[in-house]
């Protein structure tokens, strides 16, 4: 059996699947299937008031793996600090990098 209670002794937060959340929706909007119903549903209402969201969100996934590539490639970078990442999903700095340089770094 599993300790649930944190240092401080309190129990960690319960997951509400009723709510949605930003990464999830990303995800949703990515092809991933990292996200609830509530998630996919806020999703499909942004994307009928803003019809290039789903396009806005795979070009700019596709620039960070354009943008990762070429630092661990050309530029010889190792180390990243990958920043508000949300939910995993394909193409995640970490995999980009280590794709192109696998001792490279990433926090």
Known sequence: ???RT?????????????????ARIWNYWLGGK?????D????DQILEAF?????NARASRAFLARAVRYLAGEAGVR???DIGTGLPT????HEVAQRVAPESRIV
């Open 1 to 3: 059996m599993t300790d």
């Open 6 to 22: 944190s240092t401080s002794g309190e129990l960690p937060p319960e997951l509400n699947t009723g709510v949605p959340q930003t």
């Open 34 to 38: 990292d996200s609830f119903p509530v």
């Open 40 to 43: 996919r549903q806020v999703g």
């Open 51 to 55: 019809p290039a969201i789903v396009e």
């Open 79 to 81: 180390q990243f600090l």
């Open 90 to 93: 394909a193409n995640n700095t």
